[in-house]
């Protein structure tokens, strides 16, 4: 069993920055994929970005196009944590961001929600504009 719990989010101007932190437990985080989704009031849980490892100390990232080039998604396997640093936030980043993780060989399309095995709890995130 993973546990995952997630800190960070807070209210920020549009233009401004967060760092959302995701806590995992377990052995063997480093060899799980780590993502980041999120969802908005009213709408479907989407993909952000996710780290997956590639083999030795190699990960490689991936990120929705709505998000490319203002986040980035880092892991720090001492700790046992993945990252989410987000810049030039605007208001349609306003949603409740949670963190997932599923081992690296079991993950499938690295986009969709049934591919990751454990779920935290949430960090609203808000953006005024």
């Known amino acids: 069993q993973v546990q995952l719990v997630e800190s960070g989010g807070g209210l920020v101007q549009a233009g401004g920055s967060l760092r959302l932190s995701c806590a995992a437990s377990g052995r063997t985080f480093s060899s799980y994929a780590m993502g980041w989704f999120r969802q908005a009031a009213g709408k479907e849980r989407e993909f952000v970005a996710t780290?997956?490892?590639?083999?030795?100390?190699?990960?490689?990232?991936y990120y929705a196009d709505s998000v490319k080039g203002r986040f980035t998604i880092s892991r720090d396997n001492a700790k046992n944590t993945a990252y989410l640093q987000m810049n030039s936030l605007k208001p349609e980043d306003t949603a409740v961001y949670y963190c997932?993780?599923?081992?690296?060989?079991?993950?499938?399309?690295?986009?969709?929600?049934?591919?990751?095995?454990?779920w935290g709890q949430g960090t609203q995130v808000a953006v005024s504009s």
């Open positions: 997932a993780a599923a081992p690296n060989e079991a993950l499938g399309v690295i986009t969709r929600l049934s591919s990751y095995d454990y």
């Open positions: 780290t997956v490892w590639s083999g030795g100390s190699v990960y490689y990232t």
